[in-house]
């Protein structure tokens, strides 16, 4: 994707939406609640809250998913996984993408630092489960717009979603670009 696509605006959410999900699965007699996710939008700590700032606005995307209720604990899964990603207010491309991975002994922390000038995305990944380990850090070319998988689901909600329509968008993932497509399928409800 070589260029910016439209972001319409003003944007449907704003800093302060908070939304909450519980996970939940159903198979045959099985079913329950397996974990919850919350999705919040704020303004990056520490940013300049004036009107004569150098870079545009930013806007803080965060994802938490945690692991809950019966099943997870009868497997002896315990998930706390959290997303945080930081996008342009404007265009809603990314700019750095943090994962900090919980799940049962593995823990580690993943970094991607967008150079949107450059074209680079540098990504640092971290065992925290081993103070010893080193960081192992790559670089690769991205596009000047790139999404990471959160970003990307604020990006969807900018759009006018007609259904048959594919929205093409580049993913930022473990310091290698993939070109997805969401397809936009019939309008369901959902409980």
């Known amino acids: 994707i070589a260029a910016t696509p439209t972001v ?3 944007l449907p959410f704003k800093a302060g939406e908070t939304l909450t999900f519980d996970i939940s699965f ?3 007699i099985f079913s329950g609640t397996v974990g919850d996710l919350t999705l919040t939008v704020s303004k990056p700590a520490g940013e300049p809250q004036t009107e004569a700032k150098k870079q545009p606005e930013r806007l803080e995307l965060q994802a938490e998913a945690n692991s ?3 099943f997870p604990k009868l497997i002896g899964l315990k998930v706390k996984d959290r997303y945080t990603s930081i996008v342009s207010a404007i265009d809603l491309g990314l700019h750095s993408s943090t994962k900090t991975i919980e799940e049962g002994g593995t823990r580690k922390e993943q ?4 150079d949107r000038e450059a074209g680079r995305v540098t990504f ?3 065992d925290l489960a081993n ?3 080193e960081p192992k850090t790559k670089q690769a070319p991205s596009p000047a717009w790139v999404q990471d998988m959160i970003s990307a689901c604020y990006f969807v909600r900018t759009q006018k979603l007609r259904e048959g329509d594919a929205i093409p968008i580049p993913i930022s993932d473990g ?3 993939y070109n997805i497509e969401v397809l936009v399928d019939k309008r369901e409800e959902v409980k």
Request: aromatic letters at 4%.
């Open 8 to 10: 319409n605006q003003p």
């Open 26 to 28: 159903s198979k045959l």
């Open 68 to 70: 809950k209720g019966f």
């Open 111 to 114: 970094t991607s630092i967008i």
């Open 124 to 126: 640092t990944d971290r």
């Open 131 to 133: 103070a010893k380990a």
């Open 175 to 177: 310091g290698a670009v």
